[in-house]
C-alpha cells in the first residue's frame, strides 16, 4: 500500500489542523493505521494509532485529549485532527500502516508502510 499525508502547515498556538493520509494499492481496510512524529533532532515518535475498523484507538499520553485519529475506509483515508496545539507539537508527522493480524501497536519498526511526511509548525 502507498500512503502520502498531507495538511500540515503553520499554526499559531492554540490553533487546529487536521493531517490526512491517502493510501492507494492493497485493501486500505487490511491495515491498522498510525501517525508518528519526528521533532527537530529527535527520535521519530508514536502520536496516535486506530484499528483497521476503526474500532479501537490509542494515542501518547502528550497527546490524549488534544488529537483525534479517525479513518474513513470508504475513501481510503485515515486522518488526524489535532487542536490546541502547542509549540512543542511541531515536527514531521508521517501516516505509516501495518497489516492488521498484528496487534495495533506504538513502535515505528512494527509498522511496514510509511508515508513521506508533512511538516506541522506551531508558533507561540
Known amino acids: 500500500v502507498q500512503l502520502q499525508a498531507s495538511g500540515g502547515g503553520l499554526v499559531q498556538a492554540g490553533g487546529s489542523l487536521r493531517l490526512s493520509c491517502t493510501a492507494s494499492?492493497?485493501?486500505?481496510?487490511?491495515?491498522?493505521m498510525g501517525w508518528f512524529r519526528q521533532p527537530p533532532g529527535k527520535e521519530r515518535e508514536f502520536v496516535a494509532a486506530?484499528?483497521?475498523?476503526?474500532?479501537?484507538?490509542i494515542y501518547a499520553d502528550s497527546v490524549k485529549g488534544r488529537f483525534t485519529i479517525f479513518r474513513d475506509n470508504g475513501k481510503n483515508m485515515a486522518h488526524l485532527q489535532m487542536n490546541s496545539l502547542k509549540p512543542e507539537d511541531t515536527a514531521v508527522y508521517y501516516c505509516?500502516?501495518?497489516?492488521?493480524?498484528?496487534?495495533?501497536?506504538?513502535?515505528?519498526?512494527?509498522?511496514?508502510?510509511w508515508g513521506q511526511g508533512t511538516q506541522v509548525t506551531v508558533s507561540s
Open positions: 505509516a500502516g501495518k497489516p492488521r493480524q498484528y496487534p495495533l501497536g506504538t513502535k515505528p519498526n512494527e509498522y511496514v508502510y
Open positions: 494499492g492493497r485493501t486500505f481496510s487490511s491495515y491498522h
Open positions: 486506530i484499528t483497521s475498523r476503526g474500532d479501537r484507538t
